[in-house]
């Protein structure tokens, strides 16, 4: 595996993730324990399209950083790492919780440290 690779990978998992914001709001909702109102399928829809946007930037940078792909990469593994701190902070305070808090944080790991892996200096 490699940094361009992980980012296409990267592009895919967060864009299902947005897409799944947008067109299964219920799911996300019921899965973490929490009730919907208005307010929040307009929010779930405003974080879908701000995650698919990330996830265009995923895929994109793979082709358009050039030598800076090291950078993005570490960029990518930190977003990764204030994910996994505000779900850990949810479970803390109840907010989130069950098997999709427990599959974030996994994911959120994974995905961190492989960028932070793969983004190291070679020098």
């Excluded at 973490?32 to 208005?38: D, F, P, R």
């Excluded at 050039?66 to 593994?77: E, K, P, T, V």
Aim: charged share 5%; aromatic share 14%.
């Amino acid at each position: 595996m490699n940094l361009k690779l992980l980012c296409r990978i990267n592009g895919v998992w967060i864009g299902l993730n947005g897409i799944s914001a947008i067109l299964m709001p219920d799911m996300w909702f019921n899965m973490a324990g929490l009730e919907s109102s208005s307010a929040a399928y307009a929010a779930a829809g405003g974080l879908g399209v701000a995650v698919i946007g990330l996830a265009l930037i995923s895929w994109r940078t793979a082709d358009i950083a050039g030598d800076a792909i090291q950078s993005y990469g570490m960029l990518f593994g930190i977003i990764h790492g204030l994910f996994l701190l505000l779900t850990l902070y949810q479970m803390t305070v109840g907010l989130f919780g069950g098997p999709p808090a427990y599959m974030n944080v996994a994911v959120s790991i994974i995905f961190g440290a492989a960028f932070f892996y793969y983004s190291r200096s070679t020098d």
